[in-house]
Structures are given as C-alpha cells and as structure tokens.
C-alpha cells in the first residue's frame, strides 16, 4: 500500500508517534518508467500507521504524466528492483 501524509499525531499519554495516511491503491507496476501507477481510493481511507508498521519508510518520487488525454499519478522507488539473470 502507498499514501499521502496526512498528519503527525501523538496522544499525549504515549511517546510514540503515528502517521495520518491517505490510503492509494496501487493499479500495476510499470516497468518502463520503473514505477507504480496509484490511484486515489474512493471513497478516499486513511489509516493511522505507526513508524514500527512501515515496511518501507524511505522517501519516493510522486509524478504525474498524461497518457491517453488521462493523467497518471506515479510513485517511484529510490532504487530499482531487476530481475537475476
């Protein structure tokens, strides 16, 4: 699953803090540009995630290309993943 940062929250009985996420579903990788096609989920979720949940907490590349009059919203990876040979 990839989101949108909503907000940083912490109860104030805890130290822990949590991320506010808004939920996207990812439609298909694309291996030409090396990236996941996402979409908005409707009706829009969010999710309370703590730190310790995130599989992957490394920054990504959110972009937008126009294919077929439609736009298309891409998250790309820091690094890429091929296949062995």
Known sequence: MFGKVEAFVCMPSE???????QCLNTVQYDSHFHSYVVEN???TQFRVVSFAELIDSHPVCGYKKTRRNKIVHFIRLQYHVLPRV
């Open 41 to 43: 989920c409707n009706p």
């Open 15 to 21: 130290s822990e803090w949590y991320v506010v996420v």
